[in-house]
């Protein structure tokens, strides 16, 4: 099945996974005019009436974008909605994405027949993340255009299967778009990715560390010094279970060695647990930070997974042809 139009023309075959907190309409224009898909989440836009002035203002950056470059159009735009029952602004949220036919809706936590209903009415995707074949089985039933497999080493509420395992068992039935997540920072990745079976990558933690990311330059440099050791996977904060920064976890006066586990039926994004907020005080981040050394533009960390990307792909090439009866 060839990908939806909104996914075919990326100058690299990525999405800027939605950073809870974290993005903004800088972040995303920024991802956007480099040429990935750039996302956000609803919620992060707050008092709620601050998502009509976000979708203005990204709206209208890459519509002048794409007027002063003809020949290198801006990529297409996301926003995440939280469709579990904690959100209460989901119907008023979906009323705004409406008005500006947002051209990518992702949805996590649940999926809803007529969130995807609505979505296709003003002639958006769905985009659903899931962390086993049987939620993208529901997923797909209830309407939703394409997946995101959120693997082990995931950012934020990561799941517990190797990449491996999980492309391949969506693929076995399912034919639409699909998104790889989990531990995505480097090019080669990106390219490791779509040699699996998936459309896209999912990369999220790498653009923390970019100057346009909105965390605090503690946050930033956190990742920038840590490694895959220093990720902790716990259901404690959300009730969910997800990865973060061991740092940010000590920092708040806990152990990340003994930590209790999480009320899945008290989620509550806006919620404080122990003192400290997820994921405020307690930062998210994936596996794949190992790549991340310095805090830099997200166009130039773009730039430099399209380095990488290619240069993994000639490298293949080329190991392909010397082998023994070429290709």
Same mark, same amino acid.
């Given at each position: 099945?060839?990908?939806?139009?909104?996914?075919?023309?990326?100058?690299?075959?990525?999405?800027?996974?939605?950073?809870?907190?974290?993005?903004?309409?800088?972040?995303?224009?920024?991802?956007?005019?480099?040429?990935?898909?750039?996302?956000?989440?609803?919620? /992060?836009? $707050?008092? %709620?009436?601050?998502?009509? &002035?976000?979708? +203005?203002?990204?709206?209208? !950056?890459? @519509?002048r974008w794409d007027q002063t470059h003809p020949n290198r159009p801006a990529a297409p735009f996301a926003v995440n909605q939280i469709?579990?029952?904690?959100?209460?602004r989901l119907e008023q949220d979906m009323v705004v994405c409406a008005k500006y036919k947002v051209p990518i809706v992702i949805t996590?936590?649940?999926?809803?027949?007529?969130?995807?209903?609505?979505?296709?009415?003003?002639?958006?995707?769905?985009?659903?993340?899931?962390? /086993?074949? $049987?939620? %993208?089985?529901?997923?797909? &039933?209830?309407? +939703?255009?394409?997946?995101? !497999?959120? @693997?082990?080493?995931?950012?934020?509420?990561?799941?517990?299967?190797?990449?491996?395992?999980?492309?391949?068992?969506?693929?076995?039935?399912?034919?639409?778009?699909?998104?790889?997540?989990?531990?995505?920072?480097?090019?080669?990745?990106?390219?490791?990715?779509?040699?699996?079976?998936?459309?896209?990558?999912?990369?999220?933690?790498?653009?923390?560390?970019?100057?346009?990311?909105?965390?605090?330059?503690?946050?930033?440099?956190?990742? %920038?010094?840590?490694?895959?050791?220093?990720?902790?996977?716990?259901?404690?904060?959300?009730?969910?279970?997800?990865?973060?920064?061991?740092?940010?976890?000590?920092?708040?006066?806990?152990?990340?060695?003994?930590?209790?586990?999480?009320?899945?039926?008290?989620?509550?994004?806006?919620a404080a647990v122990s003192g400290a907020k997820a994921w405020k005080d307690i930062w998210g981040c994936g596996q794949g930070i190992?790549?991340?050394?310095?805090?830099?533009?997200?166009?130039?960390?773009?730039?430099?997974?399209?380095?990488?990307?290619?240069? %993994?792909?000639?490298?293949?090439?080329?190991?392909?042809?010397?082998?023994?009866?070429?290709?």
């Amino acid at each position: 099945m060839s990908l939806p139009s909104s996914l075919s023309r990326l100058r690299l075959p990525v999405i800027g996974s939605p950073l809870f907190i974290i993005s903004n309409p800088k972040l995303v224009i920024a991802q956007c005019t480099a040429g990935i898909v750039g996302s956000f989440p609803a919620l /992060n836009a $707050r008092p %709620a009436s601050q998502l009509d &002035e976000w979708l +203005a203002e990204i709206t209208d !950056a890459l @519509a002048r974008w794409d007027q002063t470059h003809p020949n290198r159009p801006a990529a297409p735009f996301a926003v995440n909605q939280i469709v579990h029952k904690s959100n209460d602004r989901l119907e008023q949220d979906m009323v705004v994405c409406a008005k500006y036919k947002v051209p990518i809706v992702i949805t996590s936590l649940g999926a809803r027949p007529e969130v995807n209903q609505a979505v296709h009415a003003w002639g958006g995707i769905v985009l659903h993340d899931v962390i /086993n074949s $049987r939620f %993208a089985h529901k997923a797909v &039933e209830k309407g +939703a255009d394409g997946l995101i !497999a959120v @693997a082990t080493g995931a950012g934020g509420h990561a799941g517990t299967l190797s990449p491996f395992a999980l492309v391949q068992e969506i693929r076995q039935w399912f034919e639409g778009p699909l998104v790889l997540s989990g531990a995505i920072a480097r090019g080669d990745a990106v390219l490791a990715a779509q040699a699996m079976g998936a459309d896209l990558a999912y990369i999220g933690s790498a653009f923390i560390a970019t100057e346009e990311a909105r965390a605090v330059d503690a946050y930033k440099q956190m990742i %920038a010094a840590s490694s895959a050791d220093d990720i902790v996977y716990t259901s404690l904060f959300t009730g969910v279970h997800g990865n973060y920064l061991r740092g940010s976890i000590v920092a708040a006066g806990l152990d990340p060695e003994h930590l209790p586990e999480g009320d899945p039926s008290k989620m509550d994004f806006a919620a404080a647990v122990s003192g400290a907020k997820a994921w405020k005080d307690i930062w998210g981040c994936g596996q794949g930070i190992g790549a991340v050394d310095h805090v830099l533009p997200a166009a130039g960390l773009v730039d430099r997974l399209g380095r990488e990307y290619h240069a %993994a792909r000639q490298r293949l090439c080329s190991a392909a042809q010397s082998a023994p009866g070429g290709v």
